[in-house]
């Protein structure tokens, strides 16, 4: 028969006043496609590795939070994400995620050569640089979707426990990117292995930190700083909510990571105040050109889009443009021609219910260096006005200017010229770019910042 014993801090047992979850916050975040997408690659300040990210079926007219998991050594369960032993099937982490209405996030460590497991891990090598490339991580998925901060699930197992309580809290990371819910380490977890920064009192109150572990298990028969025991005495006595939960004959190797994170968001992880839905145009910019206008813009929702181009407002049709992505999301560019020349006008793309989304006018006639810029994933595709009399332009993209390095495209041609750096440049997924247009001589006639899809 299995039993499980649950302890729970005495601070928290023998409270016996209602605490109030934290106020919800929001990240604010936008642009980020409603997709699930696996093997994505993350360029930190020190590290790069790969992710997965679930963020497709989710409900944002409702508060949607964020589950973040670290696997174990080896990461068996993040190099099979097809497999029910951590993120398929009906008790998995996709499935959990889903039904909690959080995006799921599973890095991979940057630890490719760990001698423990199949060569990853998060506690052998640089711990303290693999915990901060995650924040890092983190922190840019914050800002691509409107997360509440109160509403965090961060769990990892065995090398990602270890993460968990040794790193990731002691850190900051977790006082950084969560204002409430739940961190859980299972199957290990130990006492901090680097200088603790100073925790606010809402963070200890708000926040839940859970050990899950079989009585068998090594990790909590130990009595080394590695082991449960260590890890819970020290977050217990330093003031935090805490609880053990210890399964009776179970060992280290376990497969019910989505059960154990489950429970602990629904008792957790408040719900929430309902926010508002991402609009289906993140970005959108418009330029005019000698024959008409061009439209870019990336989209979050399926649908049939109009674009609409008048002299003058709601009144008169010169051009119009139906586009239907069936059923896909991304990038779209409508080009509109046969416009009165020295003549203003006015704009507006409409959904297929007619509403109006986005709205402007463009001038009587295109300024010199006007451009349109559109990030793809890995590059970016820019519409140029280039004023006749320049012998050459170049278009340059750098990760930080020095511009020695990074790509460049160049054209002798004038007027309406297209630079598309997608094929070639192989940018970044997520990251952001500076760019420059220059002339013959150098001078820059235009620059600015972009940040490519993921």
């Known amino acids: 028969m299995t039993w499980l014993l649950r302890v729970l801090a005495a601070v928290v047992a023998a409270m016996t006043l209602a605490v109030s979850p934290a106020l919800a916050a929001s990240t604010g975040g936008s642009g980020g496609p409603l997709t699930n997408r696996t093997f994505l690659s993350f360029t930190g300040s020190q ?19 964020l589950l973040i998991y670290a696997d174990g050594s080896g990461e068996y369960g993040l190099k099979n994400p097809g497999s029910t032993y951590l993120l398929a099937g009906t008790n998995g982490l996709i499935a959990v995620a889903k039904r909690n209405n959080m ?3 599973t890095p991979l460590s940057p630890n490719k050569a760990c001698s423990d497991g199949d060569g990853s891990c998060w506690y052998l090598g640089d711990p303290v640089g693999y915990t901060k490339w995650a924040e890092e991580l983190v922190t840019s998925v914050q800002r691509l979707y409107p997360l509440e901060t109160a509403r965090v699930a961060f769990g990892g197992y065995s090398s990602g426990a270890q993460l968990t309580t040794e790193y990731w809290v002691p850190s900051g990371a977790a006082q950084r990117t969560m204002t409430d819910g739940v961190l859980v380490a299972i199957s290990y977890g130990g006492s901090p292995k680097m200088t603790e920064v100073s925790y606010a009192s809402a963070f200890k109150t708000n926040v839940h930190l859970n050990w899950n572990t079989g009585s068998q298990d090594a990790a909590y028969t130990t009595t080394s700083a590695y082991g449960v025991k260590a890890g819970y005495n020290h977050y217990t006595g330093r003031g935090f909510a805490t609880s053990l939960d210890v399964i009776s004959g179970l060992g280290h190797s376990r497969s019910d990571f989505g059960l154990v994170m489950e429970a602990q968001i629904k008792e957790h992880v408040p719900a929430g ?3 508002p839905a991402p609009g289906p145009v993140d970005y959108h910019a418009v330029m005019r050109t000698p024959a008409g206008m061009i439209f870019a813009a990336h989209l979050n929702k399926a649908d049939t889009y109009t674009l609409r181009a008048s002299k003058s407002p709601l009144t008169g049709q010169v051009g119009w443009y139906e586009y239907d992505p069936s059923d896909a999301v991304g990038n779209l560019r409508l080009e509109l021609s046969s416009f009165e020349a020295g003549v203003p006008y006015y704009w507006q793309l409409e959904s297929s219910a007619g509403a109006v989304l986005v709205q402007g006018q463009v001038p009587a006639a295109p300024a010199s260096w006007t451009h349109t810029l559109q990030p793809t994933r890995v590059g970016a595709l820019f519409d140029v006005f280039v004023p006749s009399g320049t012998s050459q332009t170049t278009v340059r993209i750098s990760s930080g200017f020095s511009m020695s390095s990074g790509w460049s495209l160049s054209t002798t041609g004038t007027g309406m010229q297209q630079f598309d750096f997608t094929p070639s440049a192989r940018l970044t997924p997520g990251q952001t770019y500076e760019y420059r247009i220059e002339n013959a001589s150098g001078t820059v006639a235009a620059s600015g910042t972009f940040t490519t899809l993921w």
Do not use: N, Q
Request: hydrophobic share 30%; proline share 4%; no cysteine.
């Open 273 to 275: 105040s309902t926010g």
């Open 47 to 65: 590290y790069t590795s790969e992710y997965h990210l679930y963020a497709g079926g989710l409900d944002w007219t409702k508060p949607v939070g």
């Open 103 to 105: 995006v799921l996030l």
